[in-house]
């Protein structure tokens, strides 16, 4: 096909305005094809400045002429399009000034189908991204030296930044496009047209998160918000959209209100309740998911550790002041003042505000949040092929369901404000459901999986949870009352398997802040198990079975704790019993007494004869690297045994080491390694590509600790 012909400006302003004039509205198909030759010319032999000027008289030309406008608005969409990927503010303007006037003058319904076609069509990346580079055709270099010297580069050569403002730009014209038509939009049942709208909003939204910035990401969202808040059809809700931070580029992004055209197809029909509830249901959805994809798409690299909102830290600081580390920036002063954070909490707290004013209920989110194997690729969205029948088919977003609660509750704890009442969570069942649906699911692969789950789902998993353990205490009459966790009884697994799951993403999870926030959550909802033989359960499962050793660690740490909590509480006393009492005796903590010691103690101080003795030494230095961080807390426990003076004397720790020698096959075997080690320094040096400081740390450390259980030891004689 032979490219445009250049026509001069005047000529081309002339022949467009005395076609417009001329040519009857009925026979808009011939104006159409004069406006589009005129138009392929401008974009390909017009400099930006001329191409401004001819948008601005065909801008004119459309509010003038309103019946022509309306017969073939719906072919200018896709022709004025295009204009935006010049770059230049001025023809973004004009362009804008089009599409105005065809979403004022156009046929709404027409038009709306073929905003929602051009919405899917917007390019966030080069079309050849990962593709071989192709010869240039002798057309294409025939059309590439009739443009101006200073033409602008095709879209596909462009740089990812300058594809993703033109995206942009078109995006957000067409949102504002939509907005106008959907107010003109008279018809019996208006919910097809939104389900139609929303849906192509949603797709583009989702490929717009991965490739703009975050401040385009913010402007694009206030937009959707504004757009979400404009169609409602509960006209109720009043608060204003926040506006976004501006750029230097910023050009117009709303029209000026006008008096505009009505539906000429308009049917007018009394308001049908269900067709409300339709609607309403369909922008409730449309929330939760672009709320889904705005929270997932937040980039943790983009502020170091700082997933998402930061839930779980925030929170743990105004509850914990105590342990903030002096001179150390807290999470919530960063939210102060980063820029970048301030505007992800802007943006989720305009989205909880929405919905509010839609009207979503917590116990609705609670719900959905808790559902189980919903796979993310099988999740219906309820209005993705045909439009809904009823507002029964048209689910929440899963994940949205959850950053929306989670927004809702915890920002309670951060701002004291009075709102509605809170829902009740328990650890369980609720937020052992909760976790069940989010770590560790089946479609994500399982158990294997947990750790690698999207940080602001695990933020916002985490932090409800501490929410719920805390609340639990709620009332309590002094700080040792133990939490109530609800529902804990394990006969079908549901307590371990929380716990294992929990402990497990204190592991793996890449983020060393929500290592250590699961791990608080994972270590206090077991203290708060009500049976110590559920306890002592969990802990020697853990310490035979799991294969990470920094959980093996963590398990010796609670058995610590539950070994100093057992030594300072009194036993329970029962009803007119002194606590002093035999009877009262037989019911102490299985941890204040030798059983559990005598239990755990092969897992604890293991004979460590067969790891590091038996194999080749640098065998056994990659086994006592792996297992230094377990090693090195049962030396600490074996130290504090011996050596804290206020442990009763019923725990009997020196009949337990004799019982299980563990003086010869723990730490005997640990001398032997050390000695080994030491020996053999050079040859690990070696191994260890030259990082002999490590090597030498590592076994000083392994020392100090063996002098000081040593030093115990010899006190006892």
């Given at each position: 096909m032979e490219s445009a012909p250049r026509v001069p400006l005047e000529s081309a302003i002339d022949a467009i305005t005395l076609a417009a004039k001329e040519i009857p509205a009925e026979d808009f198909i011939t104006y159409s094809t004069i406006l589009d030759v005129h138009l392929a010319s401008a974009l390909l032999h017009y400099k930006p400045p001329d191409q401004a000027a001819l948008l601005r008289s065909l801008a004119t030309i459309l509010s003038t002429h309103t019946d022509l406008t309306a017969n073939i608005s719906w072919d200018l969409v896709a022709v004025i399009l295009p204009f935006f990927e010049q770059l230049d503010v001025e023809v973004d303007k004009a362009a804008q000034a089009c599409l105005y006037e065809v979403a004022e003058h156009g046929n709404p319904r027409e038009v709306i189908l073929k905003i929602t076609e051009s919405l899917r069509q917007i390019p966030f990346v080069r079309d050849d991204d990962g593709l071989e580079p192709q010869?240039?055709?002798?057309?294409?270099?025939?059309?590439?030296?009739?443009?101006?010297?200073?033409?602008?580069?095709?879209?596909?050569?462009?740089?990812?930044?300058?594809?993703?403002?033109?995206?942009?730009?078109?995006?957000?014209?067409?949102?504002?496009?939509?907005?106008?038509?959907?107010?003109?939009?008279?018809?019996?049942?208006?919910?097809?047209?939104?389900?139609?709208?929303?849906?192509?909003?949603?797709?583009?939204?989702?490929?717009?998160?991965?490739?703009?910035?975050?401040?385009?990401?913010?402007?694009?969202?206030?937009?959707?918000?504004?757009?979400?808040?404009?169609?409602?059809?509960?006209?109720?809700?009043?608060?204003?959209?926040?506006?976004?931070?501006?750029?230097?580029?910023?050009?117009?992004?709303?029209?000026?209100?006008?008096?505009?055209?009505?539906d000429p197809e308009a049917e007018v029909h009394s308001p049908q309740s269900e067709e409300s509830r339709i609607q309403a249901r369909l922008l409730q959805s449309f929330v939760t998911h672009i709320l889904e994809d705005y929270m997932v798409s937040l980039s943790d690299g983009e502020v170091g550790d700082t997933p998402g909102l930061a839930w779980a830290s925030r929170i743990e600081e105004k509850w914990n002041p105590g342990k903030i580390v002096p001179g150390r920036a807290t999470f919530s002063q960063r939210f102060i003042d980063n820029p970048l954070l301030q505007s992800r909490e802007s943006i989720v707290g305009q989205v909880v505000a929405l919905s509010n004013d839609l009207r979503i209920q917590d116990d609705e989110l609670l719900r959905v949040a808790q559902q189980q194997?919903?796979?993310?690729?099988?999740?219906?969205?309820?209005?993705?092929?045909?439009?809904?029948?009823?507002?029964?088919?048209?689910?929440?977003?899963?994940?949205?369901?959850?950053?929306?609660?989670?927004?809702?509750?915890?920002?309670?704890?951060?701002?004291s404000r009075d709102s509605a009442p809170l829902p009740e969570i328990p650890l369980f069942p609720t937020h052992a459901a909760i976790t069940k649906a989010f770590i560790g699911c089946d479609d994500q692969g399982g158990i294997s999986s947990i750790g690698t789950e999207s940080e602001v789902?695990?933020?916002?998993?985490?932090?409800?949870?501490?929410?719920?353990?805390?609340?639990?205490?709620?009332?309590?009459?002094?700080?040792?009352?133990?939490?109530?966790?609800?529902?804990?009884?394990?006969?079908?697994?549901?307590?371990?398997?929380?716990?294992?799951?929990?402990?497990?993403?204190?592991?793996?999870?890449?983020?060393?802040?929500?290592?250590?926030?699961?791990?608080?959550?994972?270590?206090?909802?077991?203290?708060?198990?009500?049976?110590?033989?559920?306890?002592?359960?969990?802990?020697?499962?853990?310490?035979?079975?799991?294969?990470?050793?920094?959980?093996?660690?963590?398990?010796?740490?609670?058995?610590?704790?539950?070994?100093?909590?057992?030594?300072?509480?009194?036993?329970?006393?029962?009803?007119?019993?002194?606590?002093?009492?035999?009877?009262?005796?037989?019911?102490?903590?299985?941890?204040?007494?030798?059983?559990?010691?005598?239990?755990?103690?092969?897992?604890?101080?293991?004979?460590?004869?067969?790891?590091?003795?038996?194999?080749?030494?640098?065998?056994?230095w990659n086994a006592f690297k792996t297992g230094f961080s377990f090693y090195l807390a049962s030396l600490n426990l074996y130290y504090?045994?011996?050596?804290?003076?206020?442990?009763?004397?019923?725990?009997?720790?020196?009949?337990v080491r004799a019982k299980h020698d563990t003086d010869r096959v723990y730490l005997g075997s640990l001398k032997h390694a050390l000695k080994r080690f030491s020996d053999g320094l050079e040859e690990l040096k070696a191994a260890e590509g030259g990082e002999g400081g490590a090597v030498e740390a590592d076994l000083r450390i392994l020392g100090d600790a063996l002098e000081r259980v040593a030093g115990e030891l010899g006190k006892r004689g």
């Open positions: 010869e240039e055709s002798d057309n294409d270099q025939e059309s590439r030296d009739k443009q101006p010297p200073d033409a602008p580069k095709p879209l596909g050569n462009r740089s990812a930044s300058d594809i993703a403002r033109v995206a942009e730009l078109k995006f957000s014209t067409l949102l504002n496009v939509l907005d106008r038509l959907h107010a003109r939009i008279k018809t019996k049942f208006p919910s097809r047209f939104l389900s139609t709208s929303l849906t192509a909003v949603l797709n583009t939204y989702g490929e717009a998160v991965k490739a703009f910035s975050a401040e385009q990401k913010e402007r694009i969202t206030v937009e959707i918000i504004r757009l979400t808040k404009s169609v409602s059809p509960s006209k109720d809700n009043t608060r204003p959209v926040l506006p976004p931070r501006l750029s230097h580029t910023e050009i117009s992004r709303t029209p000026a209100v006008s008096q505009n055209e009505g194997n919903l796979s993310s690729e099988d999740e219906p969205t309820g209005y993705e092929v045909e439009p809904p029948l009823a507002p029964s088919d048209i689910p929440l977003s899963q994940p949205g369901a959850l950053f929306l609660l989670g927004a809702r509750i915890l920002s309670t704890v951060l701002y789902i695990v933020d916002t998993a985490v932090g409800l949870g501490l929410w719920a353990l805390r609340d639990s205490t709620r009332g309590a009459q002094n700080s040792r009352t133990k939490p109530h966790i609800g529902d804990a009884d394990d006969g079908d697994g549901q307590f371990t398997q929380y716990l294992q799951t929990l402990s497990l993403l204190s592991a793996h999870t890449q983020s060393p802040t929500l290592r250590y926030h699961a791990h608080i959550l994972t270590s206090s909802v077991l203290h708060a198990h009500p049976s110590d033989m559920v306890r002592l359960a969990f802990i020697r499962d853990t310490l035979e079975h799991c294969p990470f050793e920094n959980l093996k660690a963590s398990a010796v740490g609670w058995f610590k704790d539950e070994t100093i909590a057992a030594s300072s509480t009194p036993p329970p006393a029962s009803d007119g019993k002194d606590p002093g009492t035999d009877e009262t005796k037989k019911e102490a903590s299985v941890f204040s007494i030798p059983v559990a010691l005598d239990t755990l103690t092969p897992f604890l101080f293991p004979d460590l004869q067969p790891t590091l003795a038996t194999p080749p030494l640098l065998d056994a504090f045994l011996l050596a804290a003076t206020y442990l009763p004397e019923s725990l009997d720790f020196s009949t």
